[in-house]
């Protein structure tokens, strides 16, 4: 007898990856998708509620709500990513006017409602800035009791991508992140060591494009834009595909090699300031409290994403 799918929450800030996340987790029948809710991050959060409207449009993504959350982090000022998401947050398609309605209910509202509706039963799926989730738990500190897992797309075990040693979720908003690390709950990373092997190579763009439908047109368009802006930003020609792993952990953990390790956020460090601090040789003598994504099987993760994405006409 196949398992249950599991519900999930999936806070967004699209963003490029963003996208193939939504995709991936609305369509794979593992995952049971209760909410879209949206952050500032990757862009204002005017447009990442956009874009997340866009792409459920798009898809045809009529039955999940879709909820605004927070526009800025918990103390610091926003940090958005036209350099690498464009203007828009989502450049390279065109999209039309969405229909896909956002909710009238604010998204740490709505994670607190659909957590106690389901106890021990949502896993939160957050891909940008860790605000919303930092900020239900403030609001509900009884709510930790109730969410089974925190799996995030954030963070590195080695270098960042906006700073040296701070990756961009979690350099936008370090104190939400330390503020979810110290609730006690069970917490996975899935950070730039592992998404930096998810790359959209020429191969697996062509994969996309080959479905022959709107969504892949769009993903493949989507992927194009991406591959010029890390081109000429990081100088990298195959851009890494970050916030699908993090869905792909919870779909198939199989897929996710991670390991047991202490981790931290630094947050007054002159020059590593929202760095994650990954003691992967236990030298700092703490007790493990999260796992940290190492090792993808990349040809399953790939025949995840292209599967889900082949279910869209």
């Known amino acids: 007898m196949p398992a249950m799918p599991r519900k999930i929450i999936l806070d967004c800030d699209p963003g490029h990856d963003d996208a193939v996340a939504i995709l991936l987790a609305a369509a794979t029948p593992e995952i049971e998708l209760l909410a879209i809710t949206t952050v500032a991050g990757n862009q204002t959060l005017e447009k990442t509620t956009l874009n997340a409207r866009r792409i459920c449009t798009l898809a045809g993504i009529t039955d999940v709500p879709i909820a605004a959350g927070a526009a800025g982090p918990l103390v610091r000022d926003l940090r958005v990513a036209p350099d690498i998401h464009g203007e828009s947050g989502m450049d390279g398609p065109t999209f039309g006017e969405p229909t896909v309605p956002v909710s ?54 080695g ?32 950070g730039l060591n592992l998404t930096h092997q998810a790359r959209a190579t020429e191969a697996v763009v062509e994969r996309i494009a080959a479905l022959g439908t709107p969504v892949g047109d769009a993903v493949r368009d989507l992927m194009t834009f991406f591959a010029a802006m890390y081109e000429q930003v990081f100088g990298l020609t195959d851009p890494p595909v970050h916030d699908p792993c993090a869905v792909a952990r919870v779909a198939r953990p199989e897929l996710v090699r991670c390991e047991d390790v202490f981790l931290a956020v630094e947050t007054e460090g002159r020059w590593t300031s929202g760095a994650t601090v990954v003691d992967l040789h236990g030298v700092l003598g703490h007790a493990p409290n999260a796992k940290v994504a190492t090792e993808l099987d990349v040809d399953g993760f790939w025949e995840l994403v292209v599967d889900a994405l082949a279910t869209y006409r």
Do not use: Y
């Not at 800035?129 to 590195?156: H, K, W, Y």
């Not at 990756?167 to 899935?190: C, K, S």
């Open 159 to 190: 270098r960042g991508n906006t700073t040296p040693l701070a990756e961009f979720n979690v350099h936008d908003d370090p104190e939400a992140a330390q503020l979810v690390l110290d609730a006690g709950i069970p917490v996975t990373m899935v």
């Open 104 to 157: 009238d209910r604010h998204a740490v509202d709505l994670i607190v409602e659909l957590v106690r509706a389901h106890p021990g039963e949502v896993t939160l799926v957050p891909v940008g800035p860790l605000t919303n989730v930092a900020a239900a738990l403030q609001r509900d500190p009884g709510l930790a009791a109730l969410i089974p897992e925190i799996v995030f797309m954030g963070g590195s075990t």
